[in-house]
């Protein structure tokens, strides 16, 4: 038997991802890029311009994007019963949620263009930063792929991963900034996707070094692969919840 | 070829503290070629009898093969058309959008979509949003979604449910034309006079079980009717000595038998002066049999 991604129907999912993830990127930015402007003439034309204006406009809502492209991407299909006439055609299921997954990337990528076109507007000249659509893209992997992962479990997938992306980042700080933390939470915040790895942070953007970047390729890899894992092996008419 | 062997289906219920047993040990074969009725009150097991056969469920015991294969990897490798009861497509596409996704995932040729159209009556609504359909539209874009691929195995869950009696009538036509040697067709149905009309064979489950098996020739053959007079005869009881009075209707009378005895009570009538106005089947042997199979007398 041959199984293969339905790449027949991947422009359909990136018309999908655009209507939804394209429009708030480009509502979210030009918004920003306003108050920007208004704020940078009110200071004198001081504030931060070129690739650091970039990593601000993106790192503004990079999150946001995310959740938007990957919330109830299995689990509202489930819910309200799309998936009897998706997956009565000849598709495999865990191979046509990857595939919208992965669509959902290219969607989150194109924020780092359009906040591009942003400093365009702002500063007179487009930038584009490898650093931030690396970053960027790693934090699809890891919030993206555990939004993913609890989508084949539960309803509310977003609101649990949003929920462990604010905890692991609030005891990550609180930690960096030499706040008392306990082992315990401590332990708990490692065995956590380690978002704080792919933070864009303050100043020029940077690549991630090797050993950051390893471990967040393999956290992700391990969402994802859960992911299509229970979607290969649970059925579908229980909503993956028998 | 879809074969049920001995498939049973328990569902674990948190709130009850055990088990929900949706089927028990049915049996089933649907052939190629073949249209099968499967008929049941609410609750009797169909839908989950048909998640089983696309593999959105998996039986706790016994086994389900379509071509031999489990169902999922057959659906994966081939696809069924299916409709399901209550169709539910996202709101915000349109019905063109719906049926061009579904062609695009399925490798379906973009001209089976005009047919499916044409056939479902769809053109008028072709730019309109699924969310402003009604019901039967919705059904029928429902339809036309099962038709669009050129399957070998085709189930439809309540396919006439929120069609009107001409769609209903249309229905029919559509169901025959969709027989192929090389076809397996499956439809769940409340509505007993169209799987009469439809179907080769009848399976009626009744609380998990597959109570019986009706074919088609049992089916069509009625044994109540009603008799209707075009003026009051004194010979009536002797020509139907059975019969029974429809209460509320002058003239009009309930009578049971076989195709030979009843005709020969009807002569006897016309014989003893008595003007027929009109006679015709009002329960089938299917509906007598579903009677039987839930436990309720008429009325």
């Known amino acids: 038997m041959r199984i293969r991604m339905p790449l027949r129907y991947a422009s359909w999912m990136l018309r999908d991802a655009l209507r939804s993830v394209g429009v708030i990127e480009l509502i979210v930015i030009g918004l920003m890029t306003f108050l920007l402007i208004n704020l940078r003439s009110a200071a004198d034309g001081k504030g931060p311009s070129g690739v650091t204006l970039l990593a601000q406009l993106v790192t503004g809502f990079d999150w946001v994007v995310v959740m938007v492209a990957t919330g109830g991407i299995v689990a509202t299909d489930l819910t309200r019963g799309y998936f009897r006439t998706l997956f009565s055609e000849p598709v495999s299921p865990p191979l046509y949620y990857l595939q919208r997954w992965l669509v959902g990337a290219v969607a989150v990528g194109l924020s780092v263009p359009i906040a591009g076109i942003g400093v365009l507007v702002a500063d007179g000249s487009f930038v584009f930063s490898g650093a931030v659509l690396v970053r960027l893209l790693l934090l699809y992997l890891l919030l993206g792929g555990l939004t993913f992962m609890l989508s084949t479990l539960l309803r509310r997938d977003w609101l649990f991963a949003l929920l462990i992306f604010i905890v692991q980042t609030l005891i990550q700080s609180l930690s960096a900034s030499g706040l008392g933390v306990g082992p315990t939470v401590r332990a708990i915040v490692r065995a956590l996707p380690p978002f704080h790895l792919v933070e864009i942070g303050p100043g020029v953007p940077t690549y991630p070094g090797s050993a950051a970047l390893f471990h967040v390729l393999v956290y992700g890899a391990v969402l994802v692969g859960i992911a299509v894992t229970v979607l290969a092996y649970r059925p579908l008419g229980t909503g993956g919840r028998e | ?299």
């Open chain 2, 1 to 299: 070829m879809i074969v049920l062997e001995g498939v049973s289906k328990h569902y674990r219920s948190f709130r009850r503290r055990g088990a929900v047993q949706a089927l028990s040990d049915v049996s089933l074969t649907i052939h190629r070629g073949e249209i099968v009725g499967l008929a049941g009150p609410n609750g009797a097991g169909k839908s989950t009898l048909i998640s089983l056969i696309l593999g959105y469920l998996e039986p706790t015991a016994g086994q389900v093969r379509i071509d031999g294969r489990s169902p999922r990897p057959y659906v994966v490798a081939t696809g069924i058309g299916y409709l399901p009861e209550l169709i539910a497509i996202p709101a915000g596409w349109t019905v063109d959008g719906a049926l061009r996704r579904f062609a695009s995932l399925g490798g379906a040729p973009l001209q089976r979509i005009e047919a499916a159209i044409e056939t479902t009556g769809l053109a008028e609504h072709r730019f309109k949003a699924v969310k402003t359909l009604s019901k039967g539209t919705m059904q029928r874009l429902g339809l036309a979604q099962a038709l669009l691929a050129d399957r070998e195995v085709m189930i439809l869950d309540e396919p006439t449910h929120g069609l009107d009696p001409l769609w209903t009538q249309r229905f029919r036509d559509i169901v025959q034309a969709l027989r192929r040697p090389d076809r397996s067709i499956f439809i769940a149905s409340h509505n007993l006079d169209e799987l009469e009309r439809v179907a080769d064979r009848v399976a009626i489950i009744h609380q998990g079980r597959l109570d019986r098996i009706v074919t088609s020739g049992q089916a069509s053959t009625a044994t109540l009717f009603r008799l209707t007079l075009a003026a009051p005869c004194a010979g009536l009881f002797e020509a139907f000595p059975g019969a029974e009075a429809v209460e509320g209707r002058s003239n009009e009378f309930r009578v049971r038998g076989d195709l030979v005895s009843l005709n020969l009570s009807l002569a006897r009538l016309i014989a003893l002066g008595g003007q027929v106005a009109g006679f015709y089947a009002e329960e089938s042997r299917l509906e007598s049999e579903f009677r039987a199979v839930v436990g309720e007398e008429r009325p």
